[in-house]
Nanobody, 124 residues
């Protein structure tokens, strides 16, 4: 099991920006995907963005395309989520995730390891 620790959450006004960070410990070649999910109370967890370790291929959910970007520092086993033009509907607990993919990208269904979450609150 990979240890995943998120940071960078907080409160921001609509239109503002935040950058989330996640440090993965014990990352191996069997965990070749890192990503971000989010969940609001009463709603299902949804994938936000993913990135493949070896070629930086990304998957971004439609609702945040053009506003969010995922990146990684493979040497540090760290993944980032840059969130710009934040909207109140982006308010959620954001979870870092790790998984293994047999593809050349990281579809959201491959993720099976989760961090503790960091809260993002966007006010009007």
């Amino acid at each position: 099991q990979v240890q995943l620790v998120e940071s960078g959450g907080g409160s921001v006004q609509a239109g503002g920006s935040l950058r989330l960070s996640c440090s993965a410990s014990g990352y191996t070649s069997t965990r070749n995907c890192l990503g971000w999910f989010r969940q609001t109370p009463g709603k299902e967890r949804e994938g936000v963005a993913s990135i493949y370790r070896y070629d930086d291929s990304t998957v971004i959910t439609d609702s945040v395309k053009g506003r969010f970007a995922i990146s990684q520092d493979t040497a540090k086993n760290t993944v980032y989520l840059q969130m710009n033009s934040l909207k109140p509907e982006d308010t959620a607990m954001y979870y870092c995730a790790a998984g293994y993919s047999d593809y050349l990208s990281c579809p959201f269904f491959v993720f099976d390891d989760w961090g503790q979450g960091t809260q993002v609150t966007v006010s009007s």
